[in-house]
Each structure stands twice: as structure tokens, then as C-alpha cells.
């Protein structure tokens, strides 16, 4: 006789699951069980996992959920149909929304009613309450069971008498149960220490909270066999036999709204596209548009996808009637509909992306369209959908937030007792870019030995739950959009910030079961773009929208070959630097390869070095086969883009179309779910029987996997292209615009305020300090119609001053100039702390004198009572010495985190100079591998997955940027001056090809000590 486990718990039930679903599943299917139940409680989060797993095992996977009610009620909801289902999951909705984020509050009430679909098996506590068998009798007739549970523990007979008896007289058959919490024996000590985790004690304290053994793992058949009377094992199997629903059975339908009543969706669509068409080719539409157009519209009719560009539509429409800027991007966004639809800036007839390739009819998916917005607008547009539509028919994607290294340390010692020291330390050893097999080593230097019992319980535990799932959160933007109720689908629950709910599933999930997201994301750059039209809308003839910045400007791309790309979008970076003058863009396409080429993809499939041989004329272009230059021919035979690697599937290893989107999704989720073994098989194996070479054959095997970590389309890399050109435009012919517009967009891109002004400052642009009389909140312009105006700081910039104190401030000052510092503080009644902050920052200049001077002034002023108010007694003048240069450097970094003085090593040079450190701008005169010393602060640390451990260093001195390659060697012999400092002098080779300038780093002093205190932190990146 076989089994089904009816009661079953996966690592998505947070802290009490210690098994991933897929590892419940295998070991189900190898011991023989008929079938399997997720029963998460209260939660659907980790089911489209188990019923991926169960498919590719061939095991039935019955899907339900567990609720534990105050009162102790205990129970296992299972799903017979779709209805039922739908019914769990507005249970799981119903409870998840009536309590803050992470827990749940239900009733008995709350279960008498709208499960009459489900079946249901109570589970008795320790303490049995036969009052809940009658009552289980009573509302869920001929759908209810006793679940009786054999753990070896020495009440087991009794138990299981108690409650045969009971299910006699209670007329509710029993049925065997395991209480499974993990898939094997072994994984007990782990969920000894999520359930630590889980109550906030350490293990030793933990008690009763834990299991009394091992037990409650899947059982091999013949152990359940002794344990359980037969009728009761049969009985798992015929309640098996009632649960036929699959989740492939989900139907998702589009909401109504957008489509007038009375007309069809086609027919609105193709007249949307009509009148957009007339406003985006007044001059009229060429024929290969035309074709285009109607070749894209009858897809879609077919696919019925209709709703879907509506439904973009309509939020991109109501975006920008708001002012807020937005862009598609994707491979349907890249199309002649979505052009016509405003939906996004890609004129189909300079593209020649294939809105086929991810929109087809053999794979039958939905479209990828995502559209940025403003990032501190976005959030109107995400109310504006739930309003459109109504919470219980919008929700985001949830994000599975899983434990890395440092967060599993931090749980993991405390649950083992380790002091709060010790866990601090360890957590804090651990770098950025450290993994799990790095722990051992910074164990022993913080001396403790990575042997000792403790310590390698703590390794071991903490390796265990790597990449467990620790919460949900909410998804950057995605939205999930229908025309019934999302429970009907999956339940929704409250996300953690203020008005937004969450379904349980994340993007990997929808995508798996093909349900439809409108992805609405926030991006920096938009908002930085928007700032800068804003700020130049005095200026005659000035661009206002994306499409007026003409394209093809010689100025712009020569200013991209020179690697001049400090905060221009997608090429700002240390790699797209170095990059940059290798390919010298010169037009849309080459930024479309800039963006996409420095990515783990081409990198890990070495395609970034033929590519650019090629390209420079030193390697001649070949194809694998005529077939293939198809395929390869814009990117001169190198596979680049995620598309392509597809197409070469389908056309050299002759997958098909539906196999082709199964490698993309597995690409996207090997290392989190499995290898890709069953895959490379097949596709080396059908390239060499088409006649293809091992060595190509591997090539692409190997290109695959990098694209695991990180495949750019060229869809989304040609909408990024886009966004690119336009910033290095504005920066190009607008400096000081787009320097401030950058800094009042900030935090966003890879560089900090103060290395955005001092590249701006490099370009000629003058800045002014902020002034409570002359600053805005925001950075702006002086004079704002000027051909070359200057940049005022913004009050924004102060640390700890807030914007509703800098709001009013501006107010006050338009109704009539400040007089003093006595007369700012008793008009706006700032709290000292303001005042404080204002004179720290020197923006009390004009009306307070010097630093010194304008602290004094905020701390005599006296906030008197009634008509006294604003009549503070005259004192006698106290005289003050003005700080020197270094303490208002020092003073300028700690209150706006940047200096308008001179350059902390300008300050510093004489000392430089006695070390025969030489200036960044010096380097490029220098002799290629000459021994070079330099120095500055550190700006950046950057160690990519595809570098082989090489960390990229940026350090800057009053001249510029020098840039330093630091090897793993290096790394491990000076690893705190290369980490820790904030001042670093290095001397090593220096290396300059191709307009690449770096120094590979061979020794390191840490000159932090230098600075006096003032503390600048880094931008520290994978």
C-alpha cells in the first residue's frame, strides 16, 4: 500500500518549514508516496515551487494550507477543485489583511462560512479538545477528518485510541497525518535552530518550543506501516483521490476596464493606434511601418492580448496627463503598436528588433512590457492602479527575501548563543562580496578557531539555511492586474509599507504559470531627465521632452568614446568606462551593444574580446554557418544578447520554440533551482549534429550560464540605450543643468554628490554655496536663463535640515528678506536642531559671518514669550576667529558631505609630495609600466562575479579619478587598507591601453589619519 502526505510543511512556512519544496519533493517521490500536500500555513507563497517540482518528478502535489486559530484550533485546508482553492486563498487573504505584515489573525467565525469546497483535516493539540471533532462535524459535513499523527513519543497508543473513539462518536472518519517539517532526519538540528530563530531565544532556551525528536520528516513506507493501521494509511489515499485541481488550471483574465462598452478590444485597440499614429508620423506613415503595424496588431488579436497594451496604455497615458515622465522598454514595448501608443520612444522605423521573438505564437506567453517612471513619482502611479481598479483586483509581486551570509550569521549565533559581540564582529568580517566559504577565514582572524565545536556548528547551520526564504516583500513595481478578484488566483497580503498589499507569489511564479504582470518601476535617471527640462525652461530653445533632443549628435557620442560618462545612465560605471573607448559608440545601435556587453553574459562566455576585434578590424568576421549569420550578422558573429543565444538554440541545436523558452527561463533560474544538466545535453548535442564544433558548442553552453546571472535582452538594453543618449546629451550641452538636476534626484547611480560636482566643476561649471538667502530646497540655477549659469547648492544639502523646515523657509523669504539670524528663527520657529544645522553647513553665511560666528548667534537666541517674542536683548559683540581651511573643509564634509573649498589632497599635497606621490591627471603622461605612486580618497570598490575575485578601486585627489586593479593576492596581504581606508596611497605598475588608464595595485598605507576625523564613505558595489 503506498501513502499521501496530507499535512506538510515547506521553508516557506517562515521558520518552521526546514525543507526546500523541491527537496520535499524528491524525496516523496523516491520513497513511493502516491501524492504529496504543500500545506504552508497560512500561505500559497511557496506552492508554485512544489508544483514545478512535482511536475518534473512526475508526483501528484495536492495544494492547501494550515491555520492555527487562537483559540488552538489547528487545522489542514486541502483543495479538491478550483473553487475550493479559491476559497483557501481568500481565507489566506482575509487573515493576512486583518494583521500587520508577517502574521495572521482568523476566527472560527472567519471558517464557518465560504470554505464549503474544501476538505478539511483538524489537527488535535497535545491537550485533545473533543469539542472541535463535533464541530468540525457540524460545519464542514462528509469534508472533515481527524488527523491522527504518529511521532514514536509514549502516548502514541493512547493518543491514537482517544482519537479512533472520538471519530466513532463523532461520526468523522481518521486519517493518517504526518506533521512533516523538513524531508529528512538530518534537517531536526536545523529547524531546532529556525524555531530558536523563529521564538527569539537561543536553542538552550528554547525548551519546549522544540520537537521532542526527529520524527516529523517523510517516513519511508514500511516505518508508516508499523505505525499506522491500514485503513488509515487507504484513507490518505482516497482523500488523494477527491484533490484532482492543478494550479495549471488558473485562467487569468484581463480587467474590462480599459475597453469602452460596446466596442470590442480590437477594434478600440487598432483605433488607439490610428490616432497615436497621426500624431508620431504627421507626415505620414512609411509603408514598412504600415506592414509592421498591421503584422503586430494581428498577433495580438490572435494571442488576445488586446487588454494588455490598453492596460499599459492607459497607465503611460495618465502618467504623463500627470506631468511624470515614463519610458518603455522590453520586446513588446520595442514595437510599431507600442510606439503609436506613446508607450514608449523607440521609432520602429529606425529599430529593427523583432517583436516576435518574445511575443509568439508557439510559446503562447504573455508580453514583456515594463515601463520606468519618475522614481519619487512613481508612487502615484502605482495609487492610481489601485484606485483604477480596486485593491482586490490590483496587488504587487512579492519578492522572496532569502538569507545571505550576513543576515544567516546574525540569526544563526544568536539562536546558538553567541554574544551580541561576537555575532556583530562575525557579521561585520564579512565584506559585501564575501560568500559562505569565506566565514572559516575571517573567523580566524578575528581569532577564533573555526574548528572548535561552536564554530562549526555555527559554519554548518548557516551554510544550511543560505538562500532559505526569510519573508516576502513587495517587487520593484510589478503589478498584477485582473478581471476577477486575485484570490481567485492567489491571496494578497498586506506589504510592509503604508497602502500597498502583496500577492504571495514572486516573478518567477507568474512567470511559471504564464499569469500576465504590468511591471511599473521607479528610475532615478527619469527623474533626473524631468529635473533637468524643469530647470531649463527659462533657457530659449531648450529640449522639454526626450523626443526634441535631436539624435545622432557628433559632440555627444565624442564626449561617450572619450569615457566622459560620469553620471550618464548605464555607461557610468568602471567597466563601461573602460569600455567606452574601446567601442567608440557613434550611433543608437553601438549604445544598444555598450549597454548590454559589459554584463556577466558576454564576459563569462568570452564574447567581449572577439567582439571588439572584430569591431576594430584586427579579427575577421565569421559564422558558424550561413544559418547562423542571420542570427549573428548586427553583432559581427558573437552571440551578446539573451535573444540570441535562443535563436541559436532553435536554429543550430534545432530546439523548438517552446524549448527555446524553456532554456531562457531556466537561464534566469539555475543556480536558484537547479543546474541546467538537462538541458546541455540536448543543446551541445543537437548543435554537433547539425555540424557545429564542440568548441562552439561549449561556447554557448558556457554564455548560457553567465546570462543565468545576469541575461540582457536587447530589448530592454536598445529602451536603456535610449535613456543613455539622452543623459549624455543633456550632459554634453547642459552641464550645469544636468549636474544639478543629478544631485537633486540623489541617491541614484553609482557616484555620490561630491564626485558628480567635482566632475562638473572639471567641465567648467562654478558652484555657490547653499544660503538660507539665496538657496531653494532643490539646487537651481544662477541665473536661470544665463547660456552658462552656475549651480546654487540647495538646501537639500544640509544635513539634518528638513525639507518642510527648507519649504518654509523659502516661503518666508519670498514674503520679505531675512534680517538676521534672530529675525530667520523667531519668523519660521525652527527647532534649535535646524538652526544648529543650517549654521553647521555655513549656509547662515551672508546673514551670521563666518561658521564660528553664525553658531554663536543660534545659540544666543532666545525664543521669549508673547509680545517679547522676537526681541531678543542686544549683546555686546564677542569676537571669534574665523576656523582655518581645514576645519571648514572638515565641517563642510560632515554637514553636506562635499567641500566648495579647495580639494582635501590639495590641502594635503605638500605632505604627497614628500612621498613623490604623483597627481591622476599626471598619469596619462607617464610611460606604460612604469612603478607609479598615487593617492587619494576613496570613492568607489567595485568586485564584479565575472572578475575572478579582482576588486576595481576608484580613488580621487584635486586633479581627477585614478583608477586601481587590486588582484585577490593583494586582497589577502593588505586586506584593511584596501577595505578600511578612506585615504589610501598605493604605488604598483601602471598599465594604459586603448585610452585605459589603471594602476594595478602592489602596496597600500592607509593615510585615513590624514583627514583629521572627517569620514567620506564609499560606494562599495558587486
Known sequence: MSYAELHCLSNFSFQRGASHAKELVKRASALGYGALAITDECSMAGIVRAHDAAEEAGLKLLVGSEFRLPDGLHLALLAPDHDAYSQICLLITKGRRSAEKGKYHLTRSDLQQGLDRCLVIWIPGADIQDDDAHWLREHFPARG??????????????????????????SLPCVATGGVHYHVR?????????????????????????????????????????????????????IAERCTFKLTELRYRYPHEVVP????????????????????WPGGILPKVIDQLEQELQLIEELGYEHYFLTVADIVHWARSQGILCQGRGSAANSAVCFALHVTEM????????????????RGEPPDIDVDF????????????????????????ATVIRYQPRSALRDVGRALGFSSDHIDALAKSMYWFDDATK??????????????????????????????????????????????????????????MENRTIIQWDKDDLESLKLLKVDCLALGMLSAIRRCFDLLAPHPGSPQRMQDIPDGDGPTYDMLGKADSVGVFQVESRAQMSMLPRLQPKCHYDLTVQVAIVRPGPIQGDMVHPYLRRRSGKEKVEYPSKALEGVLGRTLGVP????????????????????????????????????????????????????????????????ILGFGDYGFPESHAAGFAKLAYVSAWLKCHYPAAFCAALINSWPMGFYATAQLMADARRHGVEFHPADVMHSDWDCSLEPPDAERPAVRLGLRMVSGFAEADGRALMQARQERPFSSVDDLAHRLKLPRKSLDALARADALATLGGHRHRARWATLGN???????????????????????????????????????????????????DRLRVRRAADLPKLENGQTVRVAGIVTHRQRPGTASGVIFMSIEDETGIANLIVWPRAQEEMRHEIIGSTLIVVSGELQIADGVINVVLEKARDYSRWLGGMRMESRDFH
Open 439 to 496: 566565514m572559516a577565514e575571517r573567523f580566524v582572524e578575528l581569532g577564533i578557531d573555526p574548528e572548535a565545536p561552536m564554530s562549526r556548528n555555527l559554519l554548518g547551520f548557516v551554510q544550511e539555511l543560505l538562500e532559505f526564504p526569510r519573508h516576502l516583500s513587495q517587487h520593484v513595481g510589478g503589478f498584477v492586474i485582473s478581471e476577477a478578484p486575485l484570490h481567485t488566483l492567489v491571496p494578497v497580503e498586506n506589504a510592509a
Open 186 to 238: 538530518e534537517r531536526r538540528r536545523l529547524h531546532d535552530v529556525m524555531t530558536a530563530i523563529r521564538v527569539g531565544r537561543s536553542v538552550a532556551e528554547a525548551g519546549h518550543e522544540l520537537f521532542p525528536n526527529g520524527e516529523r520528516h517523510l517516513r519511508p513506507l514500511d516505518t508508516l506501516r508499523r505505525l499506522y493501521p491500514p485503513e488509515l494509511l487507504a484513507e490518505t489515499l482516497r
Open 261 to 280: 462598452e460596446g466596442r470590442t478590444p480590437i477594434g478600440y485597440l487598432r483605433e488607439r493606434v490610428r490616432l497615436g499614429s497621426a500624431e508620431r
Open 145 to 170: 477528518w481527524i488527523g491522527v499523527t504518529q511521532l514514536l513519543q509514549a502516548d502514541d497508543a493512547e493518543r491514537m485510541n482517544h482519537l479512533l473513539a472520538l471519530g466513532r462518536e463523532a
Open 374 to 397: 519618475e522614481h519619487q513619482r512613481r508612487e502615484e502611479v502605482m495609487q492610481y492602479v489601485y484606485r483604477r481598479y480596486g485593491r482586490e483586483r490590483a496587488a504587487l509581486a
Open 862 to 912: 532666545e525664543r521669549l514669550p508673547g509680545m517679547l517674542a522676537g526681541h531678543s536683548a542686544a549683546e555686546d559683540a564677542v569676537e571669534l576667529h574665523a576656523p582655518t581651511e581645514g576645519q571648514d573643509i572638515v565641517a563642510d564634509y560632515r554637514s553636506t558631505g562635499l567641500t566648495l573649498r579647495r580639494h582635501p589632497l590639495a590641502v594635503l599635497r605638500p605632505k604627497l
Open 347 to 362: 521609432d520602429p522605423a529606425i529599430s529593427n528588433l523583432l517583436f516576435g521573438r518574445f511575443l509568439s505564437r508557439e
Open 640 to 703: 551578446l544578447f539573451q535573444e540570441q543565444v535562443m535563436e541559436i538554440a532553435m536554429v543550430a541545436a534545432s530546439f523548438t520554440p517552446g524549448e527555446a523558452d524553456n532554456l531562457r527561463r531556466s537561464m534566469a533560474a539555475w543556480k536558484r533551482r537547479g543546474g541546467l544538466e538537462h538541458l546541455q545535453g540536448k543543446l551541445i548535442g543537437g548543435m554537433l549534429k547539425n555540424g557545429y564544433t564542440q568548441e562552439f558548442a561549449e561556447r554557448i553552453y558556457q554564455q
